[in-house]
Nanobody, 114 residues
Framework: VQLQASGGGLVQAGGSLRLSCAAS????????MGWYRQAPGKQREFVAS???????NYADSVQGRFTISRDNAKTTLYLQMNSLKLEDTAVYYC?????????WGQGTLVTVSS
């Protein structure tokens, strides 16, 4: 499967963005899909994940501000990001873990300015 992330851009602090991750084929709802990010000079870190369209998990740093979801067709993963902070600036990657193999999207850059 191929994943294509999009929706990044430049936004002021306090603003919102919605990231999308389109899959090349339907992914079973039981597959865990998630978002990760990598800020300049830092390691890639977990942001959020979801399985079966419910029970999302979030990093403490984004809890209450970000919302992860999947569409009913099970082909697109979303990340709604609200109340963005300077420290949210990073390249955001989507990931699907299918049969113990991680599939990554190419990343989309989010830049939060003051």
């Amino acid at each position: 499967v191929q994943l294509q992330a999009s929706g990044g851009g430049l936004v002021q602090a306090g603003g919102s963005l919605r990231l999308s991750c389109a899959a090349s084929r339907t992914i079973h709802s039981s597959v865990v899909m998630g978002w990760y990010r990598q800020a300049p000079g830092k390691q890639r870190e977990f942001v959020a994940s979801i399985r079966s369209g419910r029970d999302p998990n979030y990093a403490d740093s984004v809890q209450g501000r970000f919302t992860i979801s999947r569409d009913n067709a099970k082909t697109t993963l979303y990340l709604q990001m609200n109340s963005l902070k300077l420290e949210d600036t990073a390249v955001y990657y989507c990931k699907a873990n299918i049969q113990s193999t991680d599939y990554w999207g190419q990343g989309t850059l989010v830049t939060v300015s003051s």
